[in-house]
């Protein structure tokens, strides 16, 4: 049920959370967008603003509950990098650990041989991943497909 403010509302606690992000402005623009649509769902969300060095320390004590990031890097690295369960905290940040996940990121990462292989490997990794909903895409620079796969 939504209370007055329109903020949803369960046993006498309204659905506010922190909202962590990078403390430069492309950030802040797209963080207030997003805080403007959880509004809208009830959610109330406020922003915590912090430098990069800031932020890194307080992910690993592994307290946040949402936040933006941006990943540049053009490779499947990122899910290396953001989902294995060895990096609880930082870089994982959304605290994300699955037995499948770890088995398809380890055929992907050390057992896949082939470039072809790799790259089937990490197709599986990131549609499992992303089944999941562990994180959400909010747009992307460049588009890769895992199929059909054309050279």
Not at 80 to 97: H, K, V, Y
Request: a negative charge.
């Amino acid at each position: 049920m939504a209370g007055d403010d329109g903020v949803r509302v369960k046993d006498g606690t309204s659905l506010e959370v922190p909202f962590w992000l990078q403390s430069d402005s492309d950030f802040r623009k797209m963080a207030e967008v997003i805080q403007a649509q959880l509004r809208d769902i009830g959610m109330k969300a406020n922003l915590i603003v912090q430098d990069s060095a800031a932020i890194k320390s307080e992910l690993r004590k592994c307290e946040h509950q949402l936040m933006l990031r941006r990943y540049g890097w053009n490779n499947t690295d990122v899910l290396d990098w953001f989902f294995t369960g060895e990096r609880m905290g930082f870089t994982n940040i959304s605290m994300f650990a699955d037995e499948t996940a770890e088995a398809l990121r380890i055929k992907a990462m050390i057992w896949s041989r082939t470039g072809d292989e790799r790259i089937e490997s990490f197709c599986a990794y990131h549609e499992y991943i992303m089944s999941l909903w562990t994180m959400s895409p909010i747009y992307g620079l460049l588009r890769i497909s895992c199929s059909p796969r054309i050279i």
